[in-house]
């Protein structure tokens, strides 16, 4: 029988080698440098006396995720071993392993998975230091999980291709923008899926439907998960993504890409990640401690500096709005959650035939 340190350790060097597309997909493993010299963020200061190991399973950006790692290894004696791959491959791992469970902290990039895990009964309630300073709807009700960061869909334009970039949803029906758009399937993008659903909660159905018909009758294709939809408005190959994660977006502008971001005015979707504790841990004062350092002020910077939207409300991104300047359409996230698969399966029988 392996033990959990020897599936860990194999778990490790596997992330290692991982790179990632798709919902919760990895940024360049280049990208792991963190600008600790310009954070004004106080330092954590870890509880003494910790030590061992933690298995931590995170589904986010693969920057983000070693530069977490690497600076709360520097302030403990613990040990953390990284499984990295998107969330359905975590959730997926996560039930195999539900007989000899394996993480004792885990980072999602999906609220429903989130809750799924709460369902199942393998969470421990756990309320981190600093959650005072999280947005109230980014904790869970049950007190099982709580969003550590979030990300916004926005509309990211080709400035090589299309010479006007859209503001809002709306402005794709033009005749201008005809055959230029991409979404992502909402089959296998949980946050297109997502969008859709809050749109129907926010607008109404009629609205909505006759939104999408006008799209699709102006030339949109809907093609793969976040990362394929977005490469092919880098490559050019299409001028617009609807729906596209603006972290991602801003990470390729980093590297050079033409590419310009826009909030829709008319409000969006913004995914808080979720953090959570198993009940199973077998060093809960290191899961503990791991997940009060992601939500204190100088964890929220990194996060901030990975080009998410912290949960802090008293930490600015990077790049583009805070929160509380984001229109969003998805406050009542655990409604989404139970109303997201019916429209996903609307959403499908309309127009993906």
Known sequence: MFTKKFTATIATTAAGALALTGCGSVEDSADTATDQ?????????APEGLSGEVDYYSANPQG????????????????????????????AKLKAEEANPQADVVYLASW?????????????????????????????????FTG????????????????????????????????????PDPRESGTAADLIAAMVDQWGEEKTWDLFDKLFDNGMIVQGANGPALDQVTSGSRGIVLGGV???????QKKGEPLEVAI??????????????LKSSDNKEAAEAFVDFMFSDEAQEISASKNMIPANKDIAPKNGPKLD???TLNDDLDGLVSQSKDIKETFAKRYLK
């Open 325 to 327: 300047e984001i229109k």
């Open 37 to 45: 010299s310009t954070s004004s963020a106080e330092k954590w200061q």
């Open 112 to 144: 429903a998975a989130a809750s799924k895990q709460e369902k199942s009964g393998a969470l421990e309630k756990y309320t981190p230091e600093g959650a005072d300073k999280v947005v109230p709807e980014w904790a869970s009700k049950s007190g099982a």
């Open 148 to 183: 550590r960061d979030g990300s916004a869909l926005a509309l990211v334009t080709n400035t090589n291709v299309v010479d006007e970039a859209p503001k809002d949803w709306e402005d794709l029906t033009d005749e201008k923008y005809k055959d230029q758009i991409i979404m």
């Open 264 to 277: 829709p005015t008319s409000g969006t979707t913004v995914t808080p990640r979720p953090v959570m504790i």
């Open 246 to 252: 603006d972290y991602s977006a801003y990470s390729a």
């Open 64 to 91: 983000l995720t070693d530069a977490l790692v690497e600076a709360f290894e520097e302030k403990t004696d613990v040990h953390v071993n990284v499984f990295a791959d998107t969330t359905g491959k975590i959730t």
